[in-house]
Nanobody, 121 residues
């Protein structure tokens, strides 16, 4: 059974940093896609960053210079380091995993419950 559990959310002032963690169950193999998505108030869910099945990272344009995705395979934990946070980064951040790709894109079939991030101005 696949389980993804996020932690590390919280409240921070603009310009601050947070690191999110996602503890994955053993069912999530080291060659799976893993990623972070977020959903702000009144907004659609958007992809923040991902690691594909060969560990290539990719980021949403507005976050690539501020956020870093990383994975500790030994601990089966995914991280998202977020720096220079802005109020518009506020929202619920979800960890996701998937065991397949289509046309070069990851398909995420498993999701965590989410972690709340609030950035105040």
């Amino acid at each position: 059974q696949v389980q993804l559990v996020e932690s590390g959310g919280g409240s921070v002032q603009a310009g601050g940093s947070l690191r999110l963690s996602c503890a994955a169950s053993r069912s999530v193999a080291s060659n799976w896609c893993m990623g972070w998505f977020r959903q702000g108030p009144g907004k659609d869910r958007e992809k923040v960053a991902q690691l594909d099945m060969v560990r290539r990272s990719s980021y949403a344009e507005s976050m690539k210079d501020r956020f870093t995705i990383a994975r500790n395979t030994a601990e089966n934990t995914l991280y998202l380091q977020m720096n220079s946070l802005k109020p518009e980064d506020s929202g619920t951040y979800y960890c996701a995993a998937g065991d397949r790709m289509f046309g070069g894109s990851c398909f995420f079939g498993y999701w965590g419950q989410g972690a709340q991030v609030t950035v105040s101005s």
